[in-house]
């Protein structure tokens, strides 16, 4: 007898015996539903049996619990928890709790996401390209495509209204941006010609080319490009949300933080400051330390650092990913006298108590917490995948999409392209890797269409502008393996060194480039990497 259990109030299993019965009240269980009929030989309910959910609901509701339900292989007792669950809960919890327990359900989520009618397999719309996201892979990618393919239908899905330029809230709290001036409405950046379908994802259905939205409206296409971008689990930090604005807690991964940031450098003339960095992998991973910098610096020219102790508590093991940018950084961590704390996790804070307690996870050695008393701290959260994509048919084992990274085709789908964070291919997480993405996924799916292998590459460029101090940045370019990818020649930039000239890049030149050029399909310094094809 295999027990899955699916939820505090459910547990499945294959088919039982009589004898099984006695074990599983010794188990706990107080009730037993059986979910199947005589002489079954599918594994998924008919038309018929569909009305029974109504019965298992009402069943979960009046049995005392918690209740155990067995079918043939356990599908049947999942399938009817997740119809009794669809008006309750999102369906991404319902795939990702029957998927925990081994049973995906994918196949049947626009049932679920339906409340458990028959789905039609036909689609509300149907598109020659659908970009799942409106961020700046999806913007730029539809852009990209739109010029190489006019005559294509295109949409975008996305829920947000607005459309934020997120490099420019590292500015924003170091009192150099206004957060404003970061933001632009989602209306006014869709390409012309590309339809905006300002709706959810619930869930995907590659077999038949669907994308669901929330309220089960059906989505059609004919090649599919994900880019969703990556969730900020905040939650996953016992008491944060609680005390993120206030108490000294803030964090330059949200538009609405930003400003408190710079708000609270300002204010600081004595004690503690810490600046926190969670596991990898996450967007923009020099964000963390470049807050640090940016305040470090503020109070260097207030003359007050000599009364600021600044503790960067980095749950990995090294200050940056590639070490020819090392050396650079740490003259900035001995200018600012930081301290460097590796292998400290940020768990939980009590905002009130402004104490924050961290898990140090040294190799080889049992983790330990360690509480941290504060007066600011600035977080970075975790980073996961949207739930949507973590539960669905294109996910890796770990949650993020699945795709060769060199060409950004799915590796199992292969109308389906991705780009941007949400994306599995080992490169830094960064606007300035979606800006070269983006290009090379225009190009194999134009190629595709035509019938054609891939034609273009990625070569896992990312681009990470360390704002050391006011005025100087170190502009770290690198791809897949740490290879240094410098975009400038050395005596105009060298990525090494902090310079002023990156530094102009960064607060003049960047915030162009990305609202008339990147999201506009004009490809500067971004062209595709072509693919060599051996002579015959």
């Known amino acids: 007898m295999e027990l899955k259990r699916i939820s505090p109030e459910l547990t499945v299993s294959p088919q039982i015996s009589a004898s099984d019965v006695e074990t599983l009240k010794a188990e706990g269980f107080r009730s037993i539903i059986c979910n199947r ?146 933001a632009k409405t989602m209306a006014s950046l869709i390409p012309q010609g ?39 689990a905040w939650d996953q930090i016992e008491g944060l949300e609680e005390t993120l604005g206030r108490n000294g807690v803030t964090s330059n991964y949200r538009y609405d933080l930003a400003p408190y940031t710079w708000q609270l450098v300002q204010e600081m003339r004595e004690g503690r400051a810490l600046f926190t960095q969670p596991p990898m992998p996450i967007k923009c991973a020099g964000a963390p330390q470049k807050a640090m910098y940016l305040s470090g610096d503020a109070w260097f020219r207030r003359g007050v650092l000599k009364d600021i102790d600044i503790q960067f508590m980095n749950a990995g093991g090294v200050l940056f990913g590639v070490k020819d940018y090392v050396l650079a950084l740490e003259k900035y961590i001995e200018k600012y006298d930081a301290t460097l704390n590796f292998f400290h996790n940020l768990v939980s804070v009590d905002g009130s108590a402004k104490i924050a307690v961290f898990e140090t996870s040294k190799p080889d050695i049992t983790p330990t917490r360690v509480e941290v008393e504060f007066d600011m701290m600035h977080v970075c959260p975790p980073q996961v995948a949207p739930d949507f994509i973590r539960v669905s048919p294109l996910a890796d084992a770990v949650g993020w999409v699945d795709v060769d990274q060199a060409t950004l085709r799915h590796k199992t789908h292969e109308n389906v392209w991705s780009l941007g964070d949400v994306m599995n291919a080992p490169n830094a997480k960064t606007a300035a890797a979606a800006r070269k993405q983006a290009p090379t996924v225009a190009d194999n799916l134009v190629a595709d269409i035509a019938g054609k292998s891939a034609v273009s590459q990625y070569d896992g460029y990312g681009s990470c502008p360390l704002t050391v101090e006011r005025g100087k940045i170190v502009l770290a370019e690198f791809g897949y393996g740490g290879v240094l990818l410098p975009s400038f020649p050395s005596f105009l930039i060298d990525g090494t060194k902090p310079s002023r000239a990156a530094w102009f890049l960064k607060e003049k030149m960047l915030p162009a480039i990305y609202w008339q050029a990147m999201l506009k399909g004009k490809e500067w310094m971004a062209k595709p990497k072509k693919i060599k094809v051996a002579a015959e």
């Open 194 to 232: 590309v339809k905006w379908i300002m709706a959810a994802v619930a869930a995907f259905e590659p077999a038949n080319n669907a994308v669901i939205l929330d309220g089960c409206r059906v989505v059609k296409y004919d090649r599919l490009v994900v880019c969703p971008g990556i969730k900020l």
């Open 37 to 182: 009929p005589d002489g079954e030989g599918a594994d998924q309910p008919s038309f018929e049996e569909i009305r029974s959910a109504a019965e298992f609901a009402t069943a979960l509701q009046k049995l005392p619990g918690p209740v155990f339900a067995y079918c043939r292989s356990g599908t049947r007792s999942a399938t009817m928890w997740s119809l009794a669950k669809a008006q309750s809960m999102p369906i991404a919890e319902i795939l990702g709790a029957t998927k925990a327990a081994g049973y995906d359900l994918n196949g049947v989520a626009r049932r679920i996401a339906n409340g458990g009618k028959t789905p039609t397999d036909t689609g509300d719309a149907k598109f020659d390209v659908v970009i799942v996201g409106g961020g700046a892979g999806g913007i730029s990618v539809a852009a990209s495509i739109k010029a190489r393919k006019p005559d294509l239908s295109i949409a975008i899905i996305d829920p947000a209204d607005v459309h934020y330029y997120q490099p420019g809230w590292t500015m924003v709290g170091a009192g150099i941006f206004e957060a404003q001036d970061t």
